[in-house]
């Protein structure tokens, strides 16, 4: 089906079509949570609170001011980054480690070879560091183009174009 | 314009990852209405993030997850439904139902009160009438009154309690002319039940009693005077208390004022 469509229909609350879009993104919002608290329990939690948040908010969403995967990939990212401001969460958790995301896929080599997860994984470590780096800011933590010029001290029109081939890049790697 | 050099130029990377101002996203969705590789560049992007992300962590939740959240959204989708089952038409029915119901109510009370009241007006106008007619004879009645008190040809006649009944009193005050006595009867008690008074007129010599009547509405009239015709030569009036109906002639042991006409 159309993602528009579903869109629209997850508008006027249709839940099998949010069912659907469910099944499409909440591994991915799981995966970006996950990126930010390092606790598989937790970012369940919160990615099931951030659909549940979409649902309860469908009506805010407009396809004019973005997609839905970035609309629903910035609840994603803000419950997650509220979750790790949070006392209790601080108090359990005493250094987060600052690596990035592809540490994350690197401990999972051991687990199951069998996972898609860890075929993407294995290509994914072909990305280079400096690939990694602008996609943990640009999609894991949601920095702006300005924020992440300023953080990789590059100019943005730079940061646009290593960007796009870091995602050419993946995108032949992850795609077939 | 330059649809490659555009999708070249990494916009819509950022676009996906939502690190663009609004105004360029507003640009980016307007351009993808337009061009459908740029839709189609946007989509592919998007699906490459999407897997990257979703890999970032074993899932084999998946779909058990959503009937997790599920139940969780069981509240919101009642009130959605309920909300699509009746739109505004029914509810805006309701509505207006109930105001149209409220207003028969508050009509057929207020036509209720309305009629009750001009029940009450009917009868406060009746009484007023009542009144008036009540007043308009009483007076005419005093108007009598006066012109028989300042008749000079009107006898004044005071009659004195006899034995037992030593302490009432009436008075008579006789019209000759018109043959009528008005009795001033104030004096005398209420007559006792299955009594009335009797008067009579008398004269002396030989003592012949004449009855000029009873008086059967003692209790309900309010000044006590009462009109009665006289046709006779009297000499002196008597009043006697006499079974209802009265008596040929006056019980003596009853008799309660005696008054003689003083000659003149």
């Not at chain 1, 993104?25 to 948040?53: C, L, T």
């Not at chain 2, 699906?47 to 992300?53: D, F, P, Q």
């Not at chain 2, 439904?81 to 505004?88: F, G, P, V």
Request: with cysteine; glycine share 4%; proline share 2%.
């Amino acid at each position: 089906m159309q993602l528009e469509t579903l869109v629209k229909q997850f508008k006027q609350k249709d839940e099998k079509a949010f069912e659907t879009l469910y099944d499409m993104y909440h591994e991915s919002m799981r995966g970006v949570i996950f990126n930010i608290v390092r606790d598989a329990d937790i970012a369940e939690e919160i990615m099931q609170d951030v659909f549940i948040k979409a649902w309860n908010n469908a009506s805010s969403y407009s396809s004019e001011k973005g997609r839905f995967f970035t609309w629903i990939l910035n609840i994603a990212r803000n419950a997650a980054i509220d979750k790790t401001r949070s006392k209790a969460f601080k108090n359990s958790k005493q250094n987060l480690d600052s690596n990035f995301f592809v540490d994350i896929l690197e401990t999972k080599d051991s687990l199951d070879e069998t996972t898609n997860s860890i075929g993407i994984a294995k290509f994914v470590k072909q990305l280079s560091k400096k690939c990694i780096e602008i996609i943990e800011l640009l999609y894991f933590k949601g920095y702006t183009q300005s924020e992440a010029s300023e953080s990789l001290e590059m100019p943005i029109g730079t940061i646009k174009t290593r960007n796009r081939n870091c995602i050419k890049n993946l995108r032949s790697l992850v795609l077939e | 314009m330059d649809i490659k050099a555009y999708i070249e130029s990494g916009i819509l990377e950022l676009y996906v990852a939502g690190a663009l101002s609004e105004k360029e996203n507003q640009e980016v969705y307007s351009l993808m209405q337009q061009y459908p590789e740029i839709e189609k560049e946007v989509i592919e992007i998007e699906a490459a993030i999407v897997r990257l992300t979703g890999s970032t962590i074993e899932s084999d939740l998946g779909i058990e997850s959503f009937e997790k959240i599920k139940n969780q959204l069981g509240h919101n989708k009642v009130i959605t439904i309920t909300k699509s089952k009746y739109n505004w038409i029914t509810y805006t029915g309701w509505a207006a139902s109930i105001v149209l119901g409220l207003g028969l109510l508050y009509t057929t009370n207020k036509n209720n009160q309305l009629q009750s009241d001009i029940q009450i007006s009917k009868t406060q106008q009746s009484l007023l009438e009542t009144q008036i007619e009540n007043s308009k004879s009483n007076l005419k009645e005093a108007n009598t009154l006066i012109s028989v008190l300042r008749d000079e040809n009107i006898l004044k006649i005071p009659l004195a309690g006899q034995g037992n009944f030593a302490n009432t009193f009436a008075k008579v005050y006789w019209d000759k002319k018109a043959q009528r006595i008005f009795l001033d009867a104030e004096g005398l008690p209420e007559p006792p039940q299955g009594k009335v008074y009797q008067v009579w007129s008398l004269t002396l010599n030989p003592l012949t009693p004449t009855s000029l009547g009873t008086i059967d509405n003692f209790n309900q009239d309010s000044n006590k005077i009462f009109e009665i015709t006289n046709p006779n030569n009297s000499e002196a009036f008597g009043i006697t208390l006499e079974p209802v109906g009265g008596s040929e002639t006056p019980t003596m042991n009853q008799l309660y004022t005696l008054g003689v006409i003083s000659a003149s």
